[in-house]
């Protein structure tokens, strides 16, 4: 059969993100891909640059849907080491525990997504269904079920209440049977090893070549975990492992996230069990000092980071936001090369992708000078 | 019997077409449904396929540039006509009247009518979406019909008769073909599955990777139709596996007035496509979808030598046991 | 094999889902829901307006004694809410000085009035 040119996305069935694979297939090989990246570019950098600090989080929150309290984390974080504060224990924890249940809720999505990729529906009904009691929890600790506003400058914004963290630690115990399961399920399920196993290979050397972030390095053997090497918030106190797998296939990132959701409800049931009192924030000042830093974060899919220069007013003078998805771009061009036709969504949803989060780089073809 | 107005009231009231479409339309529903509570959700109402089907024939035709749409037109009606003229020599009520010595090829080769339709539609669609999922259809095809007919013609050599209905009344003087050939049974079932794309064989229509295959380009009525020519084939499907391992629509024993038989038959007929509709809507909820690689690696090395095997099996039970 | 199981236990439990119009979702105490103003409390110091990320908080004439911290004073202005564009992060009331702005516990706020959509 000859070569045909397979033109995937922006609307695709499988990628509710604009995304344009231009896939040249041989049969249901595929010989090689182009990406184009970038079709939805929304301005929130340079709209960053115009709000204070006050006005700004819940912009950021709104980078992206799934990780929203990792970019609002990400930056008050990095403000407040400009700014020179320390942030009250229990604020840390507060942050901590939402951080962990976002974690969960992302995972259990991209578990759900991933099976319903390769038509496994019934465990995308299943865990959808059990994401409801992580984002129930949510909504009773921040009011919302989806962008927390949880954070600002110097603190927290709200506190838990006993109520709220015994009803927590009620619905955990649930949760964690079934997370047990879907690890069981994962390890064991015939129709979701048949199609995971050897899709996506990547070894470790790649994985660092080509600059993966989280659970997609992890499986492939990278030992990296910003929340382990660059500790941030109540990580350094809580006792809890960094997953890896060696498999370096779908599989194996499967199997990574569902061990970091096993983790996540060990973080949570710590932080919430051993909760400091004291207050939940610091008085922050109106204007942050010149300064410039980059703010590293564990975020769901990855390392995300936030480059900000501040210049003395209350305004930031330049964000610039990495998120993991853009990482794992380059990683998801060479593992799809020289796999079927069918495998393509399951190794772009294997890197779990937030393309609209993504999609605010320039381009530059040096050789042509055309900026896009 | 051979009364005309008879066998048209049979052919287009019951249990022929107008019966026949809302029994599928049921099933239809019912599947969904099982689907649904299976994986913990409320599921469609009961006239969900009914109201999904008068929209669909009332929406707009889009036909895509540079198609002919004559044959764009007349694929979905052959492909439901097809299904439908097979159920005819199913039997429903005991007996089917218009049955003769050879239907049960007739029916198989009819029922792979629609899947020929629907490769013709992919490859005609000019989109590179329903060609690949034609030529999937069509590598699918022939990865399982050998063993689905072959586990479907072992009833018949054991009965000694190419009619279904002959192979039922077999079935009424001695046990359920089930009892001989459970592997016959399983391949079957796997085989009924993949013929009528359901989940773990829903290759040519894989939603995530190739939109909807042949499917991507029917708009309006013939979308509407294809899917009942789909909806009906599921019917057909049970009722033959129904009819040719589990006894068919009749009691072991012959009751007093003849009438009663005939309700007897047509519970019985009932009873036995919903319990092989629930097998098939168990598999598709419990599987996701394998590759066409992996099918063709499982079809011919697992499911067509079983086949092979049961065909011998049946061979050496007719030889050890003579057939009273 | 543990699908096959749970899909048999679900299939003699009841459907999960809640049918929305029909049967209310459970809303918790801290939920934010749609913006409210008590009139009585404000003081109308445009603190609301300043710090609303969504811009949605203009301040109209309202002139009325009010008193704060102990000393009366004549306010020019109150708060008007524009609640279509509202994204109810909350941090009117956080920063309100005397709570008289706040979130209110209430999910639905669609409506044909010009009062759903603006306080």
Same mark, same amino acid.
């Given at each position: 059969?000859?070569?045909?040119?397979?033109?995937?996305?922006?609307?695709?069935?499988?990628?509710?993100?604009?995304?344009?694979?231009?896939?040249?297939?041989?049969?249901?090989?595929?010989?090689?891909?182009?990406?184009?990246?970038?079709?939805?570019?929304?301005?929130?950098?340079?709209?960053?640059?115009?709000?204070?600090?006050?006005?700004?989080?819940?912009?950021?929150?709104?980078?992206?849907?799934?990780?929203?309290?990792?970019?609002? $984390?990400?930056?008050?974080?990095?403000?407040?080491?400009?700014?020179?504060?320390?942030?009250?224990?229990?604020?840390?924890?507060?942050?901590?525990?939402?951080?962990?249940?976002?974690?969960?809720?992302?995972?259990?999505?991209?578990?759900?997504?991933?099976?319903?990729?390769?038509?496994?529906?019934?465990?995308?009904?299943?865990?959808?269904?059990?994401?409801?009691?992580?984002?129930?929890?949510?909504?009773?600790?921040?009011?919302?079920?989806?962008?927390?506003?949880?954070?600002?400058?110097?603190?927290?914004?709200?506190?838990? $209440?006993?109520?709220?963290?015994?009803?927590?630690?009620?619905?955990?115990?649930?949760?964690?049977?079934?997370?047990?399961?879907?690890?069981?399920?994962?390890?064991?399920?015939?129709?979701?090893?048949?199609?995971?196993?050897?899709?996506?290979?990547?070894?470790?050397?790649?994985?660092?070549?080509?600059?993966?972030?989280?659970?997609?390095?992890?499986?492939?053997?990278?030992?990296?975990?910003?929340?382990?090497?660059?500790?941030?918030?109540?990580?350094?106190?809580?006792?809890?492992?960094?997953? $890896?797998?060696?498999?370096?296939?779908?599989?194996?990132?499967?199997?990574?996230?569902?061990?970091?959701?096993?983790?996540?409800?060990?973080?949570?049931?710590?932080?919430?069990?051993?909760?400091?009192?004291?207050?939940?924030?610091?008085?922050?000042?109106?204007?942050?000092?010149?300064?410039?830093?980059?703010?590293?974060?564990?975020?769901?899919?990855?390392?995300?980071?936030?480059?900000?220069?501040?210049?003395?007013?209350?305004?930031?003078?330049?964000?610039?936001?990495? $998120?993991?998805?853009?990482?794992?771009?380059?990683?998801?061009?060479?593992?799809?090369?020289?796999?079927?036709?069918?495998?393509?969504?399951?190794?772009?949803?294997?890197?779990?992708?937030?393309?609209?989060?993504?999609?605010?780089?320039?381009?530059?073809?040096?050789?042509?000078?055309?900026?896009? | 019997?051979?009364?005309?107005?008879?066998?048209?009231?049979?052919? @287009?009231?019951?249990?022929?077409?107008?019966?026949?479409?809302?029994?599928?339309?049921? !099933?239809?529903?019912?599947?969904?449904?099982?689907?649904?509570?299976?994986?913990?959700?409320? /599921?469609?109402?009961?006239? +969900?396929?009914?109201?999904?089907?008068?929209?669909?024939?009332?929406?707009?035709?889009?036909?895509?540039? /540079?198609?002919?749409?004559?044959?764009?037109? *007349?694929?979905?009606?052959?492909?439901?006509?097809?299904?439908?003229?097979?159920?005819?020599?199913?039997?429903?009520?005991?007996?089917?009247?218009?049955?003769?010595?050879?239907?049960?090829?007739?029916?198989?080769?009819?029922?792979?009518?629609?899947?020929? *339709?629907? !490769?013709?539609?992919?490859?005609?669609?000019?989109?590179?979406?329903?060609?690949?999922?034609?030529?999937?259809?069509?590598?699918?095809? @022939?990865?399982?019909?050998?063993?689905?007919?072959?586990?479907?013609?072992?009833?018949?050599?054991?009965?000694?008769?190419?009619?279904?209905?002959?192979?039922?009344? #077999?079935? +009424?003087?001695?046990?359920?073909?089930? @009892?001989? +050939?459970?592997?016959?049974?399983?391949? *079957?079932?796997?085989?009924?599955?993949?013929?009528?794309?359901?989940?773990?064989?829903?290759?040519?229509?894989?939603?995530?990777?190739?939109?909807?295959?042949?499917?991507?380009?029917?708009?309006?009525?013939?979308?509407?139709?294809?899917?009942?020519?789909?909806?009906?084939?599921?019917?057909?499907?049970?009722?033959?596996?129904?009819?040719?391992?589990?006894?068919?629509?009749?009691?072991? #024993?012959?009751?007093?007035?003849?009438?009663?038989?005939?309700?007897?038959?047509?519970?019985?007929?009932?009873?036995?496509?919903?319990?092989?509709?629930?097998?098939?809507?168990?598999?598709?909820?419990?599987?996701?979808?394998?590759?066409?690689?992996?099918?063709?690696?499982?079809? #011919?090395?697992?499911?067509?030598?079983?086949?092979?095997?049961?065909?011998?099996?049946?061979?050496?039970?007719?030889?050890?046991?003579?057939?009273? | 094999?543990?699908?096959?199981?749970?899909?048999?236990?679900?299939?003699?439990?009841?459907?999960?889902?809640?049918?929305?119009?029909?049967?209310?979702?459970?809303?918790?105490?801290?939920?934010?829901?749609?913006?409210?103003?008590?009139?009585?409390?404000?003081?109308?110091?445009?603190?609301?307006?300043?710090?609303?990320?969504?811009?949605?908080?203009?301040?109209?004439?309202?002139?009325?004694?009010?008193?704060?911290?102990?000393?009366?004073?004549?306010?020019?202005?109150?708060?008007?809410?524009?609640?279509?564009?509202?994204?109810?992060?909350?941090?009117?009331?956080?920063?309100?000085?005397?709570?008289?702005?706040?979130?209110?516990?209430?999910?639905?706020?669609?409506?044909?009035?010009?009062?759903?959509?603006?306080?």
């Amino acid at each position: 059969m000859p070569e045909v040119v397979v033109s995937i996305g922006p609307q695709h069935p499988a990628l509710k993100e604009p995304v344009n694979f231009k896939i040249v297939a041989d049969g249901e090989k595929i010989v090689r891909l182009e990406l184009d990246l970038s079709y939805n570019h929304r301005g929130i950098e340079k709209a960053a640059e115009q709000r204070n600090f006050i006005r700004v989080l819940p912009l950021l929150e709104r980078v992206c849907g799934i990780c929203s309290h990792s970019h609002a $984390t990400v930056f008050s974080k990095g403000i407040e080491e400009i700014m020179g504060l320390e942030i009250p224990p229990r604020a840390q924890y507060i942050r901590t525990i939402i951080a962990e249940l976002e974690r969960m809720h992302s995972h259990l999505l991209w578990l759900g997504v991933a099976a319903h990729v390769i038509g496994f529906n019934t465990l995308f009904m299943w865990t959808w269904r059990d994401r409801e009691a992580v984002q129930d929890t949510l909504e009773e600790m921040s009011g919302n079920r989806v962008h927390y506003g949880m954070n600002e400058i110097g603190g927290v914004r709200r506190d838990l $209440t006993p109520a709220q963290v015994e009803a927590a630690l009620e619905r955990l115990p649930a949760l964690e049977e079934r997370i047990k399961k879907y690890v069981e399920m994962v390890n064991s399920e015939e129709t979701m090893l048949i199609r995971f196993r050897d899709v996506g290979k990547m070894s470790r050397e790649e994985a660092l070549k080509y600059g993966a972030v989280g659970p997609t390095a992890r499986a492939s053997g990278v030992d990296y975990d910003v929340r382990r090497d660059d500790p941030y918030l109540a990580y350094a106190e809580v006792p809890w492992n960094v997953i $890896t797998d060696t498999h370096g296939d779908v599989y194996g990132r499967t199997r990574v996230r569902v061990g970091e959701l096993w983790e996540s409800t060990q973080i949570v049931r710590y932080c919430l069990e051993n909760l400091p009192a004291g207050p939940i924030r610091v008085d922050a000042p109106k204007n942050a000092p010149k300064g410039e830093i980059l703010s590293r974060y564990e975020a769901p899919r990855g390392e995300l980071a936030h480059f900000i220069r501040t210049n003395g007013t209350d305004k930031v003078e330049r964000v610039d936001i990495r $998120t993991p998805t853009l990482a794992n771009w380059t990683s998801v061009a060479v593992c799809l090369v020289n796999q079927n036709i069918a495998d393509i969504p399951v190794i772009v949803a294997a890197i779990d992708p937030c393309l609209s989060c993504t999609s605010r780089m320039t381009v530059v073809n040096r050789v042509d000078k055309e900026g896009r | 019997m051979t009364d005309p107005v008879f066998i048209l009231l049979y052919i @287009f009231i019951f249990p022929g077409f107008f019966f026949l479409i809302s029994y599928a339309l049921f !099933f239809a529903y019912l599947d969904r449904k099982i689907a649904a509570r299976m994986q913990q959700r409320v /599921g469609p109402p009961i006239y +969900q396929p009914l109201a999904d089907l008068i929209k669909m024939l009332g929406k707009e035709v889009i036909n895509p540039n /540079g198609v002919d749409w004559r044959v764009f037109d *007349a694929i979905p009606l052959i492909a439901l006509a097809a299904v439908m003229t097979a159920f005819l020599y199913v039997p429903v009520l005991g007996y089917s009247p218009l049955a003769f010595q050879g239907d049960l090829v007739v029916v198989l080769y009819l029922m792979a009518l629609p899947t020929i *339709a629907l !490769f013709v539609l992919g490859w005609l669609s000019r989109n590179i979406f329903s060609a690949i999922g034609g030529i999937r259809a069509v590598t699918q095809l @022939f990865i399982y019909e050998v063993p689905f007919f072959l586990a479907l013609l072992t009833p018949a050599i054991m009965a000694g008769s190419w009619s279904i209905t002959e192979i039922v009344v #077999w079935q +009424q003087h001695n046990l359920w073909i089930i @009892f001989f +050939q459970p592997i016959g049974f399983i391949v *079957a079932l796997i085989g009924l599955q993949a013929k009528l794309e359901r989940t773990p064989f829903d290759i040519p229509e894989a939603e995530t990777e190739i939109v909807a295959g042949p499917w991507t380009e029917l708009t309006g009525r013939r979308l509407a139709l294809m899917d009942l020519a789909t909806d009906v084939s599921l019917v057909v499907g049970s009722a033959l596996v129904a009819a040719l391992f589990l006894g068919g629509p009749m009691l072991p #024993w012959v009751l007093a007035p003849f009438w009663l038989n005939g309700i007897a038959g047509f519970v019985l007929f009932l009873v036995k496509t919903l319990a092989v509709l629930l097998l098939l809507s168990s598999i598709k909820v419990a599987t996701g979808r394998i590759r066409i690689d992996q099918l063709n690696d499982i079809g #011919w090395k697992y499911i067509a030598s079983a086949a092979v095997v049961q065909v011998g099996i049946v061979l050496v039970i007719n030889y050890l046991w003579v057939v009273p | 094999m543990s699908v096959l199981r749970e899909m048999l236990e679900n299939l003699l439990s009841r459907p999960i889902t809640i049918l929305y119009p029909k049967e209310k979702v459970p809303i918790p105490e801290s939920f934010r829901g749609r913006v409210a103003i008590t009139d009585d409390k404000c003081i109308g110091c445009s603190k609301c307006s300043l710090v609303c990320p969504a811009q949605v908080i203009t301040m109209i004439d309202g002139p009325r004694e009010v008193e704060f911290k102990g000393k009366s004073f004549a306010r020019k202005k109150r708060p008007q809410v524009k609640l279509y564009k509202c994204i109810r992060c909350g941090i009117c009331e956080r920063h309100c000085p005397t709570g008289a702005i706040y979130l209110k516990h209430e999910l639905s706020s669609s409506g044909t009035d010009r009062e759903v959509v603006i306080t």
